[in-house]
Protein backbone atom coordinates (compact mmCIF):
# COMPACT_ATOMS: atom_id res chain seq x y z
CA UNK A 1 0.00 0.00 0.00
CA UNK A 2 0.88 3.66 -0.78
CA UNK A 3 0.80 6.59 1.67
CA UNK A 4 0.98 10.05 1.33
CA UNK A 5 2.82 11.86 4.26
CA UNK A 6 1.94 15.25 4.08
CA UNK A 7 4.43 18.25 5.56
CA UNK A 8 2.84 21.25 6.26
CA UNK A 9 4.03 25.32 5.58
CA UNK A 10 4.93 27.35 8.35
CA UNK A 11 6.16 30.74 8.52
CA UNK A 12 9.74 29.68 7.27
CA UNK A 13 8.22 27.45 4.65
CA UNK A 14 5.83 30.40 3.18
CA UNK A 15 8.58 33.23 4.22
CA UNK A 16 10.74 31.04 1.19
CA UNK A 17 13.45 30.63 3.79
CA UNK A 18 15.29 27.30 3.04
CA UNK A 19 15.98 25.08 6.03
CA UNK A 20 19.50 25.51 7.43
CA UNK A 21 22.51 22.92 6.28
CA UNK A 22 21.80 20.91 9.40
CA UNK A 23 18.02 20.14 8.82
CA UNK A 24 18.74 19.22 5.07
CA UNK A 25 21.67 16.89 6.15
CA UNK A 26 19.43 15.31 8.27
CA UNK A 27 16.59 15.22 5.40
CA UNK A 28 18.87 13.87 2.98
CA UNK A 29 20.13 11.11 5.35
CA UNK A 30 16.43 10.21 6.29
CA UNK A 31 15.59 10.13 2.43
CA UNK A 32 18.88 8.07 1.50
CA UNK A 33 17.19 5.63 4.53
CA UNK A 34 14.31 5.17 2.88
CA UNK A 35 15.53 4.58 -0.57
CA UNK A 36 17.61 2.14 0.60
CA UNK A 37 14.78 0.34 2.56
CA UNK A 38 13.04 0.45 -1.22
CA UNK A 39 10.60 2.58 1.23
CA UNK A 40 10.34 6.21 -1.08
CA UNK A 41 8.12 6.42 -4.26
CA UNK A 42 8.74 10.27 -4.63
CA UNK A 43 9.09 13.09 -2.27
CA UNK A 44 9.37 17.09 -3.15
CA UNK A 45 9.33 19.85 -1.30
CA UNK A 46 6.81 23.00 -2.58
CA UNK A 47 7.76 26.53 -3.12
CA UNK A 48 6.03 28.68 -1.10
CA UNK A 49 2.10 29.64 -1.95
CA UNK A 50 3.00 33.47 -2.67
CA UNK A 51 4.27 31.32 -6.42
CA UNK A 52 0.80 29.42 -6.05
CA UNK A 53 -2.49 30.07 -7.12
CA UNK A 54 -6.08 28.44 -6.58
CA UNK A 55 -8.81 28.12 -8.94
CA UNK A 56 -12.63 28.24 -7.69
CA UNK A 57 -14.89 26.41 -9.55
CA UNK A 58 -18.53 27.91 -9.32
CA UNK A 59 -21.17 26.60 -11.67
CA UNK A 60 -19.53 27.69 -15.24
CA UNK A 61 -17.29 29.78 -13.70
CA UNK A 62 -13.77 29.83 -13.26
CA UNK A 63 -12.03 32.53 -10.44
CA UNK A 64 -8.09 32.52 -10.25
CA UNK A 65 -6.77 33.03 -7.10
CA UNK A 66 -3.62 34.05 -6.63
CA UNK A 67 -1.13 33.30 -3.60
CA UNK A 68 0.08 34.15 -1.04
CA UNK A 69 -2.81 31.90 1.02
CA UNK A 70 -3.03 33.05 4.67
CA UNK A 71 -4.51 30.05 6.23
CA UNK A 72 -0.09 28.86 6.63
CA UNK A 73 -1.50 25.65 8.75
CA UNK A 74 -3.54 24.67 5.86
CA UNK A 75 -0.86 24.25 3.26
CA UNK A 76 0.96 21.56 2.35
CA UNK A 77 4.97 22.72 1.91
CA UNK A 78 6.24 19.11 0.67
CA UNK A 79 5.04 15.85 0.39
CA UNK A 80 6.59 11.84 -0.08
CA UNK A 81 4.90 9.23 -1.46
CA UNK A 82 5.95 5.91 0.35
CA UNK A 83 5.42 2.37 -0.55
CA UNK A 84 4.84 0.13 2.38
CA UNK A 85 3.52 -3.01 3.95
CA UNK A 86 1.00 -1.59 6.53
CA UNK A 87 0.03 2.14 8.28
CA UNK A 88 1.87 0.98 11.03
CA UNK A 89 5.10 0.65 8.93
CA UNK A 90 4.15 4.26 7.70
CA UNK A 91 4.00 5.62 11.02
CA UNK A 92 7.08 3.98 11.89
CA UNK A 93 9.07 5.45 9.21
CA UNK A 94 7.69 8.81 9.80
CA UNK A 95 8.98 8.77 13.68
CA UNK A 96 12.30 8.92 12.50
CA UNK A 97 11.76 11.96 10.11
CA UNK A 98 14.05 14.54 11.44
CA UNK A 99 11.06 17.44 12.19
CA UNK A 100 11.24 19.26 15.03
CA UNK A 101 9.65 22.50 16.91
CA UNK A 102 6.52 20.95 17.36
CA UNK A 103 6.09 20.21 13.82
CA UNK A 104 3.00 17.72 12.85
CA UNK A 105 2.74 15.83 9.72
CA UNK A 106 0.08 13.98 8.07
CA UNK A 107 -0.05 10.18 7.06
CA UNK A 108 -2.57 9.22 4.29
CA UNK A 109 -2.98 6.29 2.95
CA UNK A 110 -3.43 6.42 -1.10
CA UNK A 111 -6.52 4.90 -2.79
CA UNK A 112 -5.36 1.64 -4.61
CA UNK A 113 -7.54 0.07 -7.68
CA UNK A 114 -8.83 -2.61 -5.60
CA UNK A 115 -10.38 -0.44 -3.02
CA UNK A 116 -12.58 1.45 -5.90
CA UNK A 117 -14.38 -2.31 -5.78
CA UNK A 118 -18.25 -0.95 -4.97
CA UNK A 119 -17.61 2.44 -5.78
CA UNK A 120 -16.27 1.24 -9.31
CA UNK A 121 -20.11 2.53 -10.91
CA UNK A 122 -21.93 1.60 -14.02
CA UNK A 123 -21.25 4.70 -15.05
CA UNK A 124 -17.63 5.00 -14.49
CA UNK A 125 -17.57 1.26 -16.13
CA UNK A 126 -19.23 2.42 -19.27
CA UNK A 127 -16.84 5.56 -19.55
CA UNK A 128 -14.36 2.83 -19.37
CA UNK A 129 -16.04 0.80 -22.21
CA UNK A 130 -16.21 3.91 -24.47
CA UNK A 131 -12.65 4.76 -23.59
CA UNK A 132 -11.45 1.16 -24.69
CA UNK A 133 -14.24 1.09 -27.66
CA UNK A 134 -12.71 4.23 -29.03
CA UNK A 135 -9.30 3.07 -28.75
CA UNK A 136 -9.94 -0.24 -30.35
CA UNK A 137 -11.50 1.97 -33.53
CA UNK A 138 -8.61 4.14 -33.93
CA UNK A 139 -6.42 0.82 -34.65
CA UNK B 1 7.00 -13.16 20.29
CA UNK B 2 4.50 -13.24 23.00
CA UNK B 3 2.49 -9.75 23.55
CA UNK B 4 -0.75 -9.54 24.55
CA UNK B 5 -1.57 -6.24 22.67
CA UNK B 6 -3.20 -6.62 19.11
CA UNK B 7 -2.04 -2.78 19.04
CA UNK B 8 1.40 -3.17 19.99
CA UNK B 9 1.52 -6.48 17.83
CA UNK B 10 1.11 -4.37 14.68
CA UNK B 11 3.94 -2.24 15.92
CA UNK B 12 6.18 -4.69 16.46
CA UNK B 13 5.65 -6.13 12.83
CA UNK B 14 6.51 -2.61 11.58
CA UNK B 15 9.47 -2.50 13.68
CA UNK B 16 10.58 -5.92 12.48
CA UNK B 17 9.72 -5.08 9.07
CA UNK B 18 12.14 -2.03 8.65
CA UNK B 19 14.94 -3.63 10.88
CA UNK B 20 14.84 -7.49 10.50
CA UNK B 21 16.73 -7.88 7.69
CA UNK B 22 19.61 -5.55 8.66
CA UNK B 23 19.45 -6.84 12.45
CA UNK B 24 19.62 -10.65 11.09
CA UNK B 25 22.65 -9.81 8.28
CA UNK B 26 24.97 -8.24 10.85
CA UNK B 27 23.55 -10.93 13.43
CA UNK B 28 24.76 -14.16 10.86
CA UNK B 29 28.15 -12.53 9.88
CA UNK B 30 28.93 -12.51 13.20
CA UNK B 31 27.08 -15.96 14.42
CA UNK B 32 27.63 -17.50 11.04
CA UNK B 33 24.23 -19.55 11.38
CA UNK B 34 21.25 -17.52 10.05
CA UNK B 35 18.38 -19.54 11.89
CA UNK B 36 20.42 -18.47 15.53
CA UNK B 37 20.77 -15.09 13.97
CA UNK B 38 17.14 -14.97 13.56
CA UNK B 39 16.02 -16.21 16.91
CA UNK B 40 18.93 -13.51 18.21
CA UNK B 41 17.01 -10.94 16.12
CA UNK B 42 13.51 -11.81 17.73
CA UNK B 43 14.90 -11.76 20.81
CA UNK B 44 16.26 -8.63 20.73
CA UNK B 45 13.60 -6.87 18.95
CA UNK B 46 11.06 -8.38 22.40
CA UNK B 47 13.36 -6.75 24.92
CA UNK B 48 13.67 -3.32 23.20
CA UNK B 49 10.27 -3.06 22.74
CA UNK B 50 9.72 -3.96 26.31
CA UNK B 51 12.43 -1.13 27.14
CA UNK B 52 11.21 1.12 24.83
CA UNK B 53 7.89 1.48 26.23
CA UNK B 54 9.08 2.81 29.40
CA UNK B 55 11.44 4.96 28.20
CA UNK B 56 10.79 5.49 25.05
CA UNK B 57 11.99 4.70 21.71
CA UNK B 58 15.91 5.79 20.91
CA UNK B 59 17.19 8.22 18.59
CA UNK B 60 18.63 5.58 16.39
CA UNK B 61 16.61 2.13 17.36
CA UNK B 62 18.28 0.44 14.62
CA UNK B 63 21.36 0.51 16.58
CA UNK B 64 19.89 -0.26 19.49
CA UNK B 65 18.52 -3.16 18.78
CA UNK B 66 21.91 -4.40 17.22
CA UNK B 67 23.95 -3.38 19.70
CA UNK B 68 21.38 -5.42 22.06
CA UNK B 69 21.35 -8.19 19.83
CA UNK B 70 25.30 -8.71 19.77
CA UNK B 71 25.41 -8.62 23.31
CA UNK B 72 22.68 -11.49 23.79
CA UNK B 73 24.63 -12.95 21.10
CA UNK B 74 27.80 -12.79 22.86
CA UNK B 75 26.33 -14.47 25.81
CA UNK B 76 24.82 -17.06 24.31
CA UNK B 77 28.26 -18.38 22.49
CA UNK B 78 29.73 -18.09 25.95
CA UNK B 79 27.01 -20.03 27.97
CA UNK B 80 27.10 -22.38 25.19
CA UNK B 81 30.95 -22.89 26.14
CA UNK B 82 31.22 -23.15 22.64
CA UNK B 83 34.06 -20.23 22.85
CA UNK B 84 37.31 -20.82 21.36
CA UNK B 85 40.18 -18.58 22.15
CA UNK B 86 38.68 -16.98 18.91
CA UNK B 87 35.11 -15.88 19.84
CA UNK B 88 36.55 -14.87 23.16
CA UNK B 89 38.36 -12.24 21.18
CA UNK B 90 36.09 -11.35 19.11
CA UNK B 91 33.51 -10.87 22.04
CA UNK B 92 36.02 -8.75 24.12
CA UNK B 93 36.45 -6.71 20.66
CA UNK B 94 32.84 -6.46 20.26
CA UNK B 95 32.35 -5.33 24.11
CA UNK B 96 34.98 -2.91 24.07
CA UNK B 97 33.81 -1.51 20.76
CA UNK B 98 30.43 -1.28 21.84
CA UNK B 99 31.32 0.82 25.25
CA UNK B 100 33.77 3.00 23.22
CA UNK B 101 31.41 3.68 20.21
CA UNK B 102 28.43 3.52 22.62
CA UNK B 103 27.46 7.71 21.60
CA UNK B 104 28.34 7.58 18.17
CA UNK B 105 26.71 3.55 17.51
CA UNK B 106 25.30 5.18 14.29
CA UNK B 107 28.60 5.67 12.34
CA UNK B 108 29.90 2.15 13.66
CA UNK B 109 26.96 0.26 11.96
CA UNK B 110 26.72 3.04 9.34
CA UNK B 111 29.24 1.25 6.78
CA UNK B 112 29.41 -2.54 7.11
CA UNK B 113 25.39 -2.69 6.79
CA UNK B 114 24.91 -2.62 3.38
CA UNK B 115 27.64 -5.34 2.80
CA UNK B 116 25.81 -7.46 5.61
CA UNK B 117 22.48 -6.94 3.93
CA UNK B 118 24.09 -8.25 0.69
CA UNK B 119 25.74 -11.22 2.46
CA UNK B 120 22.26 -12.28 3.70
CA UNK B 121 20.87 -11.39 -0.35
CA UNK B 122 23.38 -14.04 -1.24
CA UNK B 123 22.67 -16.49 1.34
CA UNK B 124 18.74 -16.63 1.39
CA UNK B 125 19.39 -17.08 -2.66
CA UNK B 126 22.05 -19.63 -2.52
CA UNK B 127 22.02 -22.17 -5.06
CA UNK B 128 22.32 -25.21 -2.79
CA UNK B 129 18.66 -24.20 -2.02
CA UNK B 130 15.92 -25.41 -4.21
CA UNK B 131 13.84 -22.06 -5.80
CA UNK B 132 11.31 -22.86 -3.58
CA UNK B 133 13.04 -22.63 -0.67
CA UNK B 134 15.26 -19.53 -2.00
CA UNK B 135 12.10 -17.84 -2.70
CA UNK B 136 10.60 -18.75 1.21
CA UNK B 137 14.38 -18.02 2.54
CA UNK B 138 14.15 -14.16 0.58
CA UNK B 139 10.94 -13.11 1.60
CA UNK B 140 11.16 -14.10 5.03
CA UNK B 141 14.79 -12.74 5.67
CA UNK B 142 14.82 -9.89 3.38
CA UNK B 143 11.35 -9.00 2.58
CA UNK B 144 10.80 -9.40 6.23
CA UNK B 145 7.60 -11.32 5.73
CA UNK B 146 5.74 -13.75 7.92
CA UNK B 147 5.26 -17.59 7.62
CA UNK B 148 1.90 -16.73 7.09
CA UNK B 149 2.25 -13.83 4.67
CA UNK B 150 4.44 -15.76 2.56
CA UNK B 151 1.83 -18.37 2.90
CA UNK B 152 -1.21 -16.33 1.74
CA UNK B 153 0.62 -15.28 -1.03
CA UNK B 154 1.57 -18.89 -2.55
CA UNK B 155 -1.65 -20.31 -1.80
CA UNK B 156 0.01 -23.10 0.19
CA UNK B 157 -0.16 -24.39 4.44
CA UNK B 158 1.16 -22.02 6.34
CA UNK B 159 3.32 -25.22 7.62
CA UNK B 160 4.23 -26.17 4.20
CA UNK B 161 6.78 -22.62 4.22
CA UNK B 162 7.70 -22.68 7.88
CA UNK B 163 8.74 -26.04 7.27
CA UNK B 164 10.53 -25.16 4.23
CA UNK B 165 12.00 -22.46 5.84
CA UNK B 166 13.45 -24.18 8.44
CA UNK B 167 14.82 -26.93 5.97
CA UNK B 168 16.41 -24.11 4.05
CA UNK B 169 18.67 -23.05 7.12
CA UNK B 170 19.44 -26.27 7.78
CA UNK B 171 20.28 -27.03 4.15
CA UNK B 172 22.80 -24.04 4.58
CA UNK B 173 24.23 -24.81 8.00
CA UNK B 174 24.67 -28.49 6.65
CA UNK B 175 27.14 -27.21 3.45
CA UNK B 176 28.85 -25.05 5.30
CA UNK B 177 27.80 -22.08 3.61
CA UNK B 178 30.08 -19.25 4.27
CA UNK B 179 28.21 -15.64 4.95
CA UNK B 180 30.28 -13.56 2.31
CA UNK B 181 30.10 -11.46 -1.03
CA UNK B 182 30.53 -13.60 -4.00
CA UNK B 183 33.37 -12.13 -6.44
CA UNK B 184 34.51 -12.03 -10.12
CA UNK B 185 33.10 -15.00 -11.76
CA UNK B 186 31.12 -16.57 -9.14
CA UNK B 187 29.24 -13.45 -8.42
CA UNK B 188 27.68 -13.32 -12.10
CA UNK B 189 26.75 -16.88 -11.62
CA UNK B 190 25.13 -15.88 -8.02
CA UNK B 191 23.96 -12.66 -8.90
CA UNK B 192 21.82 -14.22 -12.02
CA UNK B 193 19.98 -16.75 -8.93
CA UNK B 194 19.11 -13.39 -6.57
CA UNK B 195 17.67 -11.68 -9.55
CA UNK B 196 15.89 -15.12 -10.84
CA UNK B 197 14.28 -15.16 -7.11
CA UNK B 198 13.03 -11.15 -7.22
CA UNK B 199 12.07 -12.03 -10.89
CA UNK B 200 9.66 -15.06 -9.17
CA UNK B 201 8.17 -13.56 -6.77
CA UNK B 202 7.19 -10.42 -8.94
CA UNK B 203 5.77 -13.07 -11.93
CA UNK B 204 4.04 -14.81 -9.10
CA UNK B 205 2.27 -11.31 -8.29
CA UNK B 206 1.76 -10.45 -11.50
CA UNK B 207 0.32 -12.92 -13.44
CA UNK B 208 -0.90 -15.72 -11.16
CA UNK B 209 -0.28 -19.23 -12.21
CA UNK B 210 -2.79 -20.60 -10.15
CA UNK B 211 -5.87 -19.40 -8.36
CA UNK B 212 -9.06 -17.04 -8.45
CA UNK B 213 -7.45 -14.02 -9.11
CA UNK B 214 -5.18 -12.66 -12.12
CA UNK B 215 -3.05 -10.54 -9.94
CA UNK B 216 -2.12 -10.45 -6.41
CA UNK B 217 -0.62 -7.30 -6.02
CA UNK B 218 1.33 -7.46 -3.10
CA UNK B 219 3.90 -10.28 -3.93
CA UNK B 220 4.37 -7.62 -6.64
CA UNK B 221 5.35 -4.68 -3.96
CA UNK B 222 7.26 -7.03 -2.09
CA UNK B 223 9.08 -8.16 -5.28
CA UNK B 224 9.82 -4.49 -6.30
CA UNK B 225 10.94 -3.44 -2.38
CA UNK B 226 13.42 -6.29 -2.78
CA UNK B 227 14.82 -5.28 -6.05
CA UNK B 228 14.81 -1.62 -5.36
CA UNK B 229 16.73 -2.49 -1.85
CA UNK B 230 19.25 -4.29 -4.01
CA UNK B 231 19.92 -1.35 -6.39
CA UNK B 232 21.22 0.54 -3.62
CA UNK B 233 23.44 -2.05 -2.56
CA UNK B 234 24.69 -3.03 -5.62
CA UNK B 235 24.18 0.34 -7.45
CA UNK B 236 27.01 -1.10 -10.53
CA UNK B 237 25.06 -3.57 -11.60
CA UNK B 238 23.46 -2.76 -14.69
CA UNK B 239 21.25 -5.82 -14.00
CA UNK B 240 19.92 -4.70 -11.16
CA UNK B 241 18.72 -1.65 -12.22
CA UNK B 242 17.55 -3.64 -15.63
CA UNK B 243 15.28 -6.06 -13.78
CA UNK B 244 14.03 -3.25 -11.27
CA UNK B 245 12.99 -1.37 -14.46
CA UNK B 246 11.34 -4.31 -15.60
CA UNK B 247 9.30 -4.68 -13.14
CA UNK B 248 8.59 -0.73 -12.25
CA UNK B 249 7.24 -0.73 -15.59
CA UNK B 250 5.12 -4.03 -15.70
CA UNK B 251 3.91 -2.96 -12.48
CA UNK B 252 2.60 0.51 -13.95
CA UNK B 253 0.17 -1.44 -15.62
CA UNK B 254 -1.23 -3.48 -12.58
CA UNK B 255 -4.77 -0.80 -12.79
CA UNK B 256 -5.58 -1.16 -16.35
CA UNK B 257 -4.80 -5.39 -16.39
CA UNK B 258 -8.06 -6.08 -14.94
CA UNK B 259 -11.31 -4.75 -15.33
CA UNK B 260 -14.23 -4.47 -13.36
CA UNK B 261 -15.44 -7.73 -12.74
CA UNK B 262 -11.39 -9.07 -11.88
CA UNK B 263 -11.04 -10.11 -15.26
CA UNK B 264 -7.88 -9.57 -17.48
CA UNK B 265 -7.66 -6.50 -19.94
CA UNK B 266 -4.85 -7.88 -22.68
CA UNK B 267 -2.23 -5.33 -23.56
CA UNK B 268 -3.64 -3.44 -26.80
CA UNK B 269 -6.67 -3.37 -24.61
CA UNK B 270 -5.97 -1.68 -21.99
CA UNK B 271 -6.53 1.94 -21.04
CA UNK B 272 -3.26 3.38 -21.02
CA UNK B 273 -4.80 6.76 -19.51
CA UNK B 274 -4.65 3.94 -16.34
CA UNK B 275 -1.47 2.95 -16.47
CA UNK B 276 0.87 4.57 -13.49
CA UNK B 277 3.10 7.02 -14.80
CA UNK B 278 5.02 7.65 -11.63
CA UNK B 279 6.32 3.82 -11.96
CA UNK B 280 6.91 4.16 -15.58
CA UNK B 281 9.08 7.29 -15.02
CA UNK B 282 10.85 4.95 -12.68
CA UNK B 283 10.92 2.20 -14.31
CA UNK B 284 12.52 4.19 -17.60
CA UNK B 285 14.86 6.38 -15.45
CA UNK B 286 16.45 2.75 -13.85
CA UNK B 287 16.29 1.28 -17.33
CA UNK B 288 18.26 4.45 -18.52
CA UNK B 289 20.75 3.56 -15.41
CA UNK B 290 21.12 0.34 -16.82
CA UNK B 291 22.27 1.07 -20.09
CA UNK B 292 24.34 3.92 -19.05
CA UNK B 293 26.28 1.30 -17.17
CA UNK B 294 26.24 -1.18 -19.91
CA UNK B 295 27.84 1.38 -21.97
CA UNK B 296 30.91 2.55 -19.87
CA UNK B 297 31.53 -0.68 -19.28
CA UNK B 298 31.66 -1.87 -22.78
CA UNK B 299 29.45 -4.72 -22.32
CA UNK B 300 25.80 -5.47 -24.31
CA UNK B 301 22.72 -5.33 -22.54
CA UNK B 302 21.51 -8.30 -20.28
CA UNK B 303 18.59 -9.83 -20.42
CA UNK B 304 16.46 -8.38 -17.78
CA UNK B 305 17.83 -4.93 -19.17
CA UNK B 306 16.67 -5.87 -22.73
CA UNK B 307 13.37 -7.07 -21.36
CA UNK B 308 12.65 -4.24 -19.59
CA UNK B 309 13.75 -1.98 -23.27
CA UNK B 310 10.83 -4.09 -24.65
CA UNK B 311 8.63 -3.14 -21.82
CA UNK B 312 9.21 0.35 -22.21
CA UNK B 313 8.46 0.00 -25.82
CA UNK B 314 4.95 -0.17 -24.68
CA UNK B 315 4.84 2.28 -22.38
CA UNK B 316 6.34 5.01 -24.60
CA UNK B 317 3.70 4.31 -26.89
CA UNK B 318 0.31 6.55 -25.82
CA UNK B 319 -1.89 4.52 -27.88
CA UNK B 320 -1.10 0.55 -29.31
CA UNK B 321 -0.62 2.22 -32.94
CA UNK B 322 2.24 4.31 -31.76
CA UNK B 323 4.11 1.01 -30.66
CA UNK B 324 7.86 0.77 -32.24
CA UNK B 325 7.02 -3.41 -32.73
CA UNK B 326 10.35 -3.18 -35.18
CA UNK B 327 12.55 -2.11 -32.07
CA UNK B 328 10.68 -4.37 -30.10
CA UNK B 329 11.57 -7.30 -32.83
CA UNK B 330 15.41 -6.16 -32.44
CA UNK B 331 15.11 -6.55 -28.96
CA UNK B 332 13.79 -9.83 -28.95
CA UNK B 333 16.49 -10.55 -31.49
CA UNK B 334 18.82 -9.64 -29.17
CA UNK B 335 17.26 -11.54 -26.26
CA UNK B 336 17.19 -14.68 -27.99
CA UNK B 337 20.60 -14.59 -28.76
CA UNK B 338 21.26 -14.74 -25.19
CA UNK B 339 19.07 -16.43 -23.56
CA UNK B 340 17.22 -18.97 -26.61
CA UNK B 341 14.00 -20.33 -25.53
CA UNK B 342 11.02 -21.16 -26.91
CA UNK B 343 9.12 -18.99 -24.56
CA UNK B 344 11.51 -15.80 -26.19
CA UNK B 345 10.62 -17.02 -29.53
CA UNK B 346 7.17 -17.07 -29.23
CA UNK B 347 6.87 -13.17 -27.95
CA UNK B 348 9.23 -12.46 -30.94
CA UNK B 349 6.58 -14.28 -33.08
CA UNK B 350 4.02 -11.78 -31.66
CA UNK B 351 6.15 -8.98 -32.26
CA UNK B 352 6.89 -10.04 -35.95
CA UNK B 353 3.14 -10.32 -36.47
CA UNK B 354 2.42 -6.43 -35.27
CA UNK B 355 5.57 -5.30 -37.28
CA UNK B 356 5.89 -7.43 -40.73
CA UNK B 357 2.05 -8.87 -40.40
CA UNK B 358 0.09 -11.83 -39.04
CA UNK B 359 1.29 -14.20 -41.77
CA UNK B 360 5.45 -13.92 -40.69
CA UNK B 361 4.45 -13.96 -37.04
CA UNK B 362 2.47 -17.01 -37.72
CA UNK B 363 5.51 -19.11 -39.86
CA UNK B 364 7.51 -18.75 -36.66
CA UNK B 365 4.57 -20.30 -34.36
CA UNK B 366 4.40 -22.99 -36.23
CA UNK B 367 8.02 -23.99 -35.82
CA UNK B 368 7.43 -23.39 -32.19
CA UNK B 369 4.29 -25.48 -31.82
CA UNK B 370 5.88 -28.81 -32.18
CA UNK B 371 8.60 -27.77 -29.08
CA UNK B 372 8.00 -30.40 -26.28
CA UNK B 373 8.35 -27.65 -23.43
CA UNK B 374 5.64 -25.60 -24.78
CA UNK B 375 3.54 -28.45 -24.74
CA UNK B 376 1.49 -27.12 -21.88
CA UNK B 377 1.65 -23.45 -22.60
CA UNK B 378 -1.69 -21.80 -22.59
CA UNK B 379 -0.06 -19.14 -24.39
CA UNK B 380 1.10 -21.08 -27.42
CA UNK B 381 -2.09 -22.19 -28.83
CA UNK B 382 -3.61 -18.66 -27.49
CA UNK B 383 -1.25 -16.70 -29.68
CA UNK B 384 -1.86 -19.10 -32.78
CA UNK B 385 -5.29 -18.42 -31.81
CA UNK B 386 -4.88 -14.17 -32.23
CA UNK B 387 -2.65 -14.46 -35.73
CA UNK B 388 -5.12 -17.11 -37.06
CA UNK B 389 -8.05 -14.30 -35.98
CA UNK B 390 -6.34 -11.58 -38.32
CA UNK B 391 -5.90 -14.51 -41.06
CA UNK B 392 -9.74 -14.56 -41.21
CA UNK B 393 -8.54 -18.35 -39.93
CA UNK B 394 -11.72 -18.05 -37.50
CA UNK B 395 -12.49 -22.20 -37.39
CA UNK B 396 -8.70 -22.75 -36.69
CA UNK B 397 -8.81 -19.96 -34.22
CA UNK B 398 -11.82 -20.80 -32.22
CA UNK B 399 -10.02 -24.20 -31.84
CA UNK B 400 -6.69 -22.64 -30.54
CA UNK B 401 -8.51 -20.54 -28.11
CA UNK B 402 -9.94 -23.35 -26.71
CA UNK B 403 -7.42 -25.41 -26.44
CA UNK B 404 -5.43 -22.56 -24.43
CA UNK B 405 -8.30 -21.91 -22.25
CA UNK B 406 -8.03 -25.57 -21.45
CA UNK B 407 -4.31 -25.72 -20.39
CA UNK B 408 -4.60 -22.07 -18.37
CA UNK B 409 -4.56 -23.18 -14.43
CA UNK B 410 -5.85 -19.54 -13.91
CA UNK B 411 -9.74 -19.53 -13.67
CA UNK B 412 -10.12 -15.71 -14.35
CA UNK B 413 -7.15 -16.46 -17.80
CA UNK B 414 -9.29 -19.46 -19.13
CA UNK B 415 -13.09 -17.32 -18.45
CA UNK B 416 -11.36 -14.75 -21.12
CA UNK B 417 -10.15 -17.40 -23.57
CA UNK B 418 -13.49 -19.36 -23.63
CA UNK B 419 -15.03 -16.04 -24.24
CA UNK B 420 -13.26 -14.96 -27.15
CA UNK B 421 -13.49 -17.93 -28.72
CA UNK B 422 -17.38 -18.14 -28.13
CA UNK B 423 -17.57 -14.25 -29.62
CA UNK B 424 -15.78 -15.57 -32.95
CA UNK B 425 -19.42 -17.08 -33.39
Given at each position: MRFMVIVKADKNSEAGVLPDKKILGDMGKFNEELVKAGVMLAGEGLQPSSKGARVRFDGAKRTVIDGPFAESKELVAGFWLWQVKSKEEAIEWLKRAPFGGGTEVELRQVFESEDFGAEFTPELREQEERIRRQIGAKR | MAVAVPETNRAIDAVWRIESARLIAGLARMVGDVALAEDLAQDALVVALERWRE??????PGAWLMATAKRRAIDLLRRRKRLDRKHEELGREMDERQERAAPDLDAAIDDPVGDDLLGLVFLACH???STEARVALTLRLLGGLTTEEIARAFLVPEATVAQRIVRAKRTLAEAHVPFEIPRGADLTVRLSSVLEVIYLVFNEGYSATAGDDWLRPELCEDALRLGRILAGLMPEEPEVHGLVALMEIQASRSRA?????GEPVLLFDQNRAMWDQLLIRRGLKALERAEGLCRTAGGALGPYTLQAAIAACHARA???????WERIVALYDALGQLTPSPIVELNRAVAVGMAFGPEAGLEIVDTLVAEPALG????LPSVRGDLLIKLGRVEEARKELLHAASLTRNKRERKLLMDRAAALG
Open positions: - | SGVPENPVLRVGPSRTPEETDNYHL
